[in-house]
């Protein structure tokens, strides 16, 4: 993408709604913009690191054998009312009326729909076990929203739910599921911790986060520095040793990217859903689901991986590839931009007619992986310069063999 | 996908609800499923067409240089009180109100929030033109939803957005818009026709629709037999002549697949969207905006392409390439399954234990491309049987020929 022919526009202020540093470089970056209150636009720049997010959580959905759909978000009033949940959700839920007086609310999840759906199409053992997710919008009412990304009252989420015939069968998918997410969270250039945790409004007999730690996190965990062991506060308070090992143990601010629940047949039997099984008997189906916030998920990514002058994109994210600088160089950089869009390597051409102190500190700030720089200096010895953007030295290569160089 | 492990049910019977064959056929078919009037879940058989559809489109808005994004579909009153729209939409808007009693609508179209984050960051000639597009969850709350897919109250839509200096450059814009729009609608095995159209609550000086020409369709057009011309009946009512070049004129039914429009300065002056050009003078920006809604697209496809069986798919679009059915030959089968999916051919695989008769049923509704079989005559002679779905031949393969004789 050309720059000049693109939608671009960075900020050198500190945004007044930026209350950490995900929040500010997101928008100073032309990644996000703010609608209201914890309601945000995704740029074109951070469209492409919320793509990369999305495939990398799909693929690993589906060699866990998840098949993608999608649930509407308007959900009517009747379903809320099977499971209770209409008047007793925390937050709140977003309710409005169509023309004909019909309640609905816009969905901040998806169990009642999902078991409406499943309950019509499910009645033997046969028919199980499987596990559907979808990439999708959701909406909550929050009290206050805070933290530009990390609470929000509209976001893209994947949510996924499982069903199976047993209580093993499931436990042994639910460890299953941990491992997948493990793998989407390294991918993305994280470490994850897996805590207990509190299930809230969605309930279940066990449920379990993904925590990251970071400087600042709108959540407190428990971890043990002897075992696995770690826990949401809301967990477990006031407690000086490990339950698991009795160990030391230490506290921590982290940020939850992940939330699965242990249903079992909570969901089944409030709304009535069961199998008849090998022997003819009817059971309620056993039931998990799956959650992670996608522009939260891109935000944490920021939050620990930044520096003074920017962020610093993992190559498995970033929006591109390779970050190209001409300084004066239109038509030499105009042909290697092309060799490297031909060569499928994804490439941001910075072509305005700025300074070069005003096109390193967007490129610094924005974070692509590799910037190349064609400049007077570089062009003198048939060449161009190129920098990493978690390193300091400076590599000059010849144009001829740029892009060797970047695809090795 | 092996059938034995996904979430898959197939129904014989016409549902009630369906009152086009395309309705009918999805519904059957296990690609969507019904939540509420006008609301519907896309399964996954179904999400499989639209991410194939969603890929054509990205790739073709792409190539007229536009920029994906995502806005929020919570958007609050105050914009559409700027365009004196939040009263007097047709159908009105869904309205809600926030635990503050702030008031906000989930949009059925993006005017009012795309202008908001332009004005912010445009302002001169040189940040012009641009176009964005996001492919996006719309909300309408309609009177009477009918006709399926065809007429919802909850839809993903693609619509983009383009933002001019001038008339004449967005005039030759606009007509680049209207060629990708004939590239996607061929990919997805449609003939569309361009007519004029009514602009209805979105506004502006000029719209066009595509329509596609069907059996079944909510509207009705006039078509001259000697020239190009074509109009909705809302536009031009009563004419017996071509308006443009005299010759007879015929009346249609006819499906809107797509909907653009030259909105010029219509809402560039009502929240004040400007730019200072060349001389230095301020001007408001142009603008065009151009929809379609890929649910509806989806089913017009099924609508066009279908027989007395079930839905014929167009290779681009289709769930899968391959139908693979066993029949009583699962090791076979199951080996075949795994050459054609480490050749990276789509491939769904049905390993239930049911007769022949209800598998071939049920590729015949599903409707993907190419149907192998594997049975005890077959294996006789090393072979399997391949069908295609629009053809009555049957052709025996040799077995260790199939890879390549499907990828030919």
Redesign the interface.
């Given at each position: 993408?050309k720059i000049?022919?693109?939608?671009f526009?960075t900020f050198k202020e500190k945004p007044k709604e930026a209350e950490n540093i995900s929040t500010e470089l997101l928008l100073r970056g032309n990644f996000i913009?703010k609608?209201?209150s914890g309601?945000?636009?995704?740029?074109?720049l951070?469209?492409?690191v919320?793509?990369k997010i999305n495939k990398i959580i799909r693929e690993e959905m589906d060699a866990v054998?998840g098949?993608?759909?999608?649930?509407?978000?308007?959900?009517?009033k009747e379903l809320w009312l099977e499971t209770d949940r209409w008047d007793h959700m925390d937050?709140?839920l977003?309710?409005?009326k169509?023309?004909h007086d019909k309640e609905?609310t816009?969905g901040p999840t998806h169990e009642e729909?999902i078991v409406?759906?499943v309950r019509?199409?499910?009645s033997s053992f046969?028919?199980l076990p499987?596990m559907?997710y979808q990439i999708q919008?959701k909406?909550r009412?929050e009290?206050r929203s805070t933290g530009g990304l990390l609470r929000v009252?509209?976001f893209?989420m994947k949510d996924a739910y499982s069903f199976h015939a047993d209580v093993k069968e499931f436990e042994e998918y639910y460890q299953k599921v941990i491992e997948a997410y493990h793998r989407i969270y390294k991918r993305c250039g994280l470490g994850a911790k897996l805590v207990e945790a509190h299930s809230g409004s969605i309930g279940g007999k066990k449920s379990n986060e993904f925590m990251v730690l970071t400087k600042e996190g709108e959540d407190t965990i428990y971890l043990c520095g002897a075992c696995d062991w770690a826990a949401n506060i809301e967990v477990v308070k006031n407690i000086d040793k490990c339950p698991a090992c009795g160990g030391e143990i230490k506290k921590s601010k982290a940020i939850e990217v992940g939330h699965i629940f242990m249903l079992g047949d909570l969901y089944s039997k409030k709304m009535g859903v069961t199998f008849t099984d090998k022997s003819g008997n009817t059971k309620p189906i056993i039931m998990g689901c799956y959650g992670i916030g996608i522009g939260r998920l891109m935000a944490t990514i920021v939050e620990v991986l930044n520096d003074e002058k920017g962020i610093i994109w993992p190559k498995s994210v970033a929006p591109y590839q390779v970050h190209l600088i001409s300084l004066d160089q239109d038509e030499t950089a105009a042909k290697l931009y092309q060799e490297l869009i031909d060569a499928g390597i994804e490439t941001l051409y910075d072509d305005r007619q700025e300074s070069a102190g005003v096109k390193f500190a967007d490129a610094d700030l924005i974070g692509i992986p590799k910037r190349i720089t064609v400049s007077p200096k570089t062009i003198a010895d048939k060449s161009c310069e190129i920098k990493e953007r978690n390193k300091e030295n400076l590599e000059m290569v010849k144009l001829e063999k740029v892009v060797d160089h970047i695809k090795k």
């Amino acid at each position: 993408m050309k720059i000049s022919q693109g939608f671009f526009k960075t900020f050198k202020e500190k945004p007044k709604e930026a209350e950490n540093i995900s929040t500010e470089l997101l928008l100073r970056g032309n990644f996000i913009d703010k609608e209201a209150s914890g309601i945000y636009s995704i740029l074109p720049l951070g469209w492409r690191v919320i793509q990369k997010i999305n495939k990398i959580i799909r693929e690993e959905m589906d060699a866990v054998n998840g098949q993608e759909f999608q649930m509407p978000a308007l959900q009517p009033k009747e379903l809320w009312l099977e499971t209770d949940r209409w008047d007793h959700m925390d937050p709140p839920l977003f309710k409005l009326k169509d023309r004909h007086d019909k309640e609905f609310t816009i969905g901040p999840t998806h169990e009642e729909v999902i078991v409406d759906l499943v309950r019509d199409r499910v009645s033997s053992f046969r028919d199980l076990p499987f596990m559907l997710y979808q990439i999708q919008t959701k909406f909550r009412n929050e009290q206050r929203s805070t933290g530009g990304l990390l609470r929000v009252r509209e976001f893209l989420m994947k949510d996924a739910y499982s069903f199976h015939a047993d209580v093993k069968e499931f436990e042994e998918y639910y460890q299953k599921v941990i491992e997948a997410y493990h793998r989407i969270y390294k991918r993305c250039g994280l470490g994850a911790k897996l805590v207990e945790a509190h299930s809230g409004s969605i309930g279940g007999k066990k449920s379990n986060e993904f925590m990251v730690l970071t400087k600042e996190g709108e959540d407190t965990i428990y971890l043990c520095g002897a075992c696995d062991w770690a826990a949401n506060i809301e967990v477990v308070k006031n407690i000086d040793k490990c339950p698991a090992c009795g160990g030391e143990i230490k506290k921590s601010k982290a940020i939850e990217v992940g939330h699965i629940f242990m249903l079992g047949d909570l969901y089944s039997k409030k709304m009535g859903v069961t199998f008849t099984d090998k022997s003819g008997n009817t059971k309620p189906i056993i039931m998990g689901c799956y959650g992670i916030g996608i522009g939260r998920l891109m935000a944490t990514i920021v939050e620990v991986l930044n520096d003074e002058k920017g962020i610093i994109w993992p190559k498995s994210v970033a929006p591109y590839q390779v970050h190209l600088i001409s300084l004066d160089q239109d038509e030499t950089a105009a042909k290697l931009y092309q060799e490297l869009i031909d060569a499928g390597i994804e490439t941001l051409y910075d072509d305005r007619q700025e300074s070069a102190g005003v096109k390193f500190a967007d490129a610094d700030l924005i974070g692509i992986p590799k910037r190349i720089t064609v400049s007077p200096k570089t062009i003198a010895d048939k060449s161009c310069e190129i920098k990493e953007r978690n390193k300091e030295n400076l590599e000059m290569v010849k144009l001829e063999k740029v892009v060797d160089h970047i695809k090795k």
